[in-house]
């Protein structure tokens, strides 16, 4: 008997949330196409489909019932702020669907328009060098004043450092879990967990409820690398889990990026050995970009968030501003900064900065607070 597109959905979140059913089994028995039959079959009905027999028995006592109670989660709009997303549904994104093993089924919390735009995966080590986290700082907030979405796995280090770099710059940032979307992991994270979960993406393949587990990080990995255009590796040691998500970009067809560093930090040994291998050395985010003008440019002209939409808001309302005094404006827009600050986030001259600074002064745009602190007026 055929069945409907939504109940189809449902026993795929049934069979996803089924334990001892894994990826394998759901694409054996969805090729083999899925019907309200199913609902009824007993133990030998399911192992004649190559199911084990613990899970035919599991199947056979609580499929109906875990489909009926998928689809009562699923006429909801939300469960508790999270979304299912199945491999059926027309926002399970595209680049996904064309990767190895994509997930059948995902959960999420926060904005799904994320996963539209161009994005790139930042990762690294969970214990960086004072190099790779301002290294990391930099190139993931140029990247998001370009309008590129920043894809990571909310661990320590690298991905905390990118996550929170982005969301600094009001940027779109995406946290791709190994556990349940609901569970904060790090603990430590619980505040960028709330704030990703605010203004940006929480997913999982885990259902909600499911704890962290070592296991789980190297498979989330691929639908890090399957989301986004590219990997960025910034700091990684041979041995690095970051270098799963790298080779899951290039089974996926993906680019890998690597930043270079000191020969004699056991940091870059895992990014040189990349870069021996192909991988792009990245200097600066031009090394990226000039790889997705396309993509960039359609993002530009939907005015998704990015530096075109920053430059439209301030644009806008400041008339008579040289580029140099717009971007310098658009930076303390996020909050008033010293002169140490504006120059590692400019990275200019420091005489530029200052005849800019003087000029806005001039213009009555900012003001200058004791200790070279500035700010809008």
């Given at each position: 008997m055929s069945t409907s597109p939504r109940y189809e959905k449902a026993m795929l979140v049934a069979l996803h949330e089924t334990e001892g059913i894994g990826w394998k089994t759901i694409d054996n028995l969805y090729a083999s196409g899925l019907h309200m039959d199913m609902c009824s079959y007993g133990v030998k009905d399911w192992t004649a489909m190559g199911i084990r027999v613990e899970a035919a028995h599991r199947l056979s006592l609580h499929f109906a019932e875990a489909v009926e109670n998928a689809g009562n989660r699923l006429s909801k709009e939300q469960n508790e702020g999270i979304r299912v997303i199945c491999i059926l549904d027309s926002m399970y994104p595209d680049m996904l669907k064309s990767s190895p093993r994509p997930p059948w089924v995902m959960y999420a919390r926060g904005s799904l328009d994320l996963l539209n735009g161009p994005s790139l995966a930042v990762v690294g080590t969970r214990v960086p060098t004072a190099y790779g986290r301002k290294v990391a700082t930099l190139l993931t907030e140029d990247l998001v004043i370009k309008g590129v979405t920043i894809v990571s796995g909310l661990a320590r280090g690298i991905d905390s450092i990118a996550h929170a770099a982005a969301l600094k710059q009001n940027g779109k940032t995406i946290a791709v879990l190994g556990a349940g979307v609901d569970t904060?992991?790090?603990?430590?994270?619980?505040?960028?967990?709330?704030?990703?979960?605010?203004?940006?993406?929480?997913?999982?393949?885990?259902?909600?409820?499911?704890?962290?587990?070592?296991?789980?990080?190297?498979?989330?990995?691929?639908?890090?690398?399957?989301?986004?255009?590219?990997?960025?590796?910034?700091?990684?040691?041979?041995?690095?889990?970051?270098?799963?998500?790298?080779?899951?970009?290039?089974?996926?067809?993906?680019?890998?990026?690597?930043?270079?560093?000191?020969?004699?930090?056991?940091?870059?040994?895992?990014?040189?050995?990349?870069?021996?291998?192909?991988?792009?050395?990245?200097?600066?985010?031009?090394?990226?970009?000039?790889?997705?003008?396309?993509?960039?440019?359609?993002?530009?002209?939907k005015s998704s968030v990015g530096a075109h939409t920053y430059t439209k808001d301030y644009a806008s309302s400041v008339d008579g501003l040289t580029k140099e005094e717009m971007e310098l404006y658009h930076m303390l827009q996020q909050g008033p900064g010293s002169v140490d600050e504006l120059l590692e986030r400019t990275r200019w001259e420091f005489g530029l900065l200052h005849s800019v600074l003087l000029s806005l002064i001039i213009k009555k745009q900012i003001t200058q607070l004791p200790g070279a602190i500035y700010k809008l007026i």
């Open positions: 904060i992991y790090p603990p430590e994270n619980r505040t960028l967990y709330e704030e990703i979960a605010q203004q940006g993406l929480l997913l999982s393949e885990y259902p909600p409820g499911t704890g962290a587990h070592p296991g789980y990080f190297p498979q989330r990995n691929r639908i890090i690398a399957g989301i986004t255009l590219g990997t960025l590796v910034v700091e990684a040691d041979i041995r690095s889990g970051s270098l799963i998500t790298s080779d899951a970009a290039l089974e996926a067809g993906r680019d890998v990026f690597a930043v270079p560093g000191p020969i004699t930090s056991p940091k870059s040994r895992g990014t040189l050995e990349l870069i021996k291998q192909g991988a792009k050395l990245v200097t600066g985010i031009e090394d990226i970009t000039e790889e997705y003008q396309r993509q960039l440019k359609e993002a530009a002209e």
